[in-house]
């Protein structure tokens, strides 16, 4: 069959759409030709040349589009929601699809790939492959994880159910072309007046921001990722720095109701390419936190929070947020950078031992700082303090000689809390002490506070808890401190108060998942064969993952059975001699 023949029997199978999915398509229709139109009284009402300058108000109609959107108005009741793509982004490892709707997490779904003939993808060779995984997205939406096209097949991904049709995505979109990691707009996060946009491509230097007059915000409605698109409104930045940029909401916006900005998609370009269609192509529509998991009026703002990002630490989670909730951190803000064992599941089951957890899906390779500056902002409403710490990271406040004894619960908070209300400090620092494999070749049954007891005699670096309401407007951070506002400062805890336990070279069969895989965005993989004296990695290791001989006895100047002496007098079961974090929810249920 020739390439005439093929397109021909591409637009044959085009023409084969059902009346209802044409029904479909002409009420989609028309709400976006409804929704464009409100966004022109948008744009109208921000131009400083207009004199017409209407006041749009969030109606009854406007408030359920989403939902017309969405819906399988022809399905019936009890039918699965239809799977509506929104975005696809080329990964490294594999292809992302963003939709716009929830599916359910873990579902099975097909994957389909077309035979691409240049321009052209052939809808009649087509090739189908078992989704990765499925999961939550947000709050509304879903990804799914598909496998890498196949050579000479396209990135225009589709799904569906197995045994189902065909669900061709971007139906409002004239291309369907999938973002490339590395040059794209990925999140976009509500911040008073303005949105902080996180964008791939921007390349510039770690540690510095830059001046923002080099970059100006473009907004749109459609889904479509094209150059060609034509963006509604073009605002100026405020702040960037690293894969950060702030810029105003459109004047009209912030005139009348920032929330109106949740949904709407947002990119970035530089002023030399002012143009809305040199912008860098876009997956992230605006993300509201005020909206979405607040706590109630009048409750206030927890004193204590902490943010982490991980991949495929669900074993250890159990203990970290129980042994740091009896110290005092009260909410749990858990970016879940693509894991596939089990997370959701534990976190579950720490909700239902009074643990405040949520899991945040966050699909993006090698962008822990901007993870970091994301969760901040989340967390600014509803934390007065919050700490970025890893989940092999444990505070331990040791012994005063010859003074008090061990601390009592809520200890951490109490430390933090000291400076709630300075008019100076807004991060407290406390230094780390790494650990190595203590002579084990297993991991340690009853945790990493108890099993791993031999470490370096030096401290290296620290960690910190922020005052996230007073950090500077660009979001700057160097994975676990933040630069501050103007006119604040950090104070140092004295290792003697309070120090972290840095359980960072384990036993040789974790260590070696953790060296296969890195999540900071300036922070060298371990098999780069570059800067190998950085302190991010193992001396001695080289880039090769092959265990050394020795590794067991590695690391190991100090013996240290301080935290471990601790959790085992305050935390076991006087009964069984089991922690809390080694019972299973069914045991906990009969106890209770």
Avoid at 113 to 119: A, E, M, S
Avoid at 384 to 409: A, I, M
Wanted: positive net charge; charged residues 25%; proline residues 5%.
């Amino acid at each position: 069959m020739d390439a005439d023949q093929r397109r021909k029997r591409k637009r044959a199978n085009h023409g084969g759409t059902t009346s209802a999915l044409k029904l479909i398509l002409s009420f989609r229709s028309l709400t976006l030709g409804i929704i464009l139109f409100l966004f022109t009284l948008f744009y109208f009402s921000g131009s400083d040349r207009s004199p017409f300058r209407p006041v749009l108000r969030a109606s009854g109609f406007t408030r359920v589009l989403p939902v017309l959107l969405t819906q399988d108005y022809f399905g019936g009741g009890g039918k699965s929601l239809p799977l509506v793509i929104e975005s696809r982004v080329l990964l490294p490892d594999h292809l992302l699809l963003v939709l716009s709707n929830r599916v359910r997490r873990g579902e099975s779904l097909e994957c389909v790939y077309y035979h691409q003939l240049g321009d052209a993808d052939l809808l009649d060779e087509m090739l189908v492959k078992l989704a990765i995984s499925a999961d939550d997205y947000q709050e509304s939406k879903s990804i799914v994880r598909c496998e890498l096209p196949p050579v000479n097949y396209s990135a225009a991904v589709d799904l569906r159910r197995p045994g189902g049709e065909v669900v061709e995505g971007n139906w409002m979109a004239s291309s369907r072309r999938a973002a490339k990691w590395g040059k794209v707009v990925y999140e976009a996060i509500l911040d008073w007046n303005t949105v902080v946009v996180l964008a791939k491509g921007l390349n510039l230097k770690p540690r510095r921001e830059v001046d923002p007059a080099e970059f100006r915000c473009h907004f749109s409605l459609s889904n479509n990722l094209s150059r060609e698109e034509s963006f509604v409104f073009t605002t100026e930045a405020t702040a960037a720095a690293q894969e950060v940029v702030r810029c105003l909401l459109p004047r009209s916006i912030r005139k009348n109701n920032t929330a109106l900005a949740e949904g709407i998609r947002v990119t970035v370009s530089r002023v030399e390419d002012s143009s809305a269609s040199q912008a860098l192509p876009s997956v992230a529509k605006v993300y509201n936190p005020k909206s979405h998991g607040m706590r109630g009026e009048g409750e206030g703002k927890y004193e204590l929070c902490a943010c982490t990002m991980l991949w495929n630490q669900a074993s250890v989670l159990k203990e970290w947020v129980m042994y740091h909730s009896w110290l005092g951190v009260e909410r749990w803000f858990i970016y879940d950078n693509n894991s596939d064992d089990g997370l959701q599941d534990v976190a579950d089951e720490l909700n239902t031992r009074n643990h405040n957890v949520s899991r945040h899906v966050w699909p993006w390779i090698k962008a822990q700082e901007a993870g970091f500056s994301h969760c901040a902002l989340r967390a600014k409403y509803e934390c007065k303090w919050v700490g970025f710490f890893d989940v092999d990271e444990f505070f331990y406040f040791p012994r005063y000689s010859g003074q008090t004894p061990l601390p009592g619960q809520n200890s951490l908070r109490a430390m933090v809390s000291n400076y709630t209300d300075s008019p100076t400090i807004a991060e407290v620092r406390t230094m780390c002490h790494s650990f190595g494999p203590s002579g084990l070749t297993e991991p340690p049954k009853q945790g990493v506070t108890v099993g791993y007891t031999c470490r370096l005699q030096a401290p290296e670096r620290h960690k910190s808890f922020v005052r996230p309401d007073l950090l500077d407007m660009t979001l700057l951070n160097i994975v676990h401190h933040f630069k501050l506002r103007e006119g604040y400062k950090s104070t140092n805890v004295a290792e003697g108060t309070a120090v972290i336990n840095h359980y960072k070279y384990q036993v040789w069969d974790t260590f070696k998942a953790k060296f296969f895989r890195r999540v900071s965005t300036y922070v060298t993989n371990w098999q780069d064969d570059h800067n190998k004296g950085s302190k991010d990695r193992a001396p001695g290791l080289g880039t090769e993952a092959v265990e050394p001989p020795d590794w067991r006895l590695r690391f190991c100047e100090v013996w240290d059975t301080g935290l471990k002496d601790f959790v085992l007098g305050s935390f076991a079961d006087v009964a069984t001699g089991l922690l809390p974090w080694e019972r299973s929810s069914s045991s906990s249920a009969r106890r209770r």
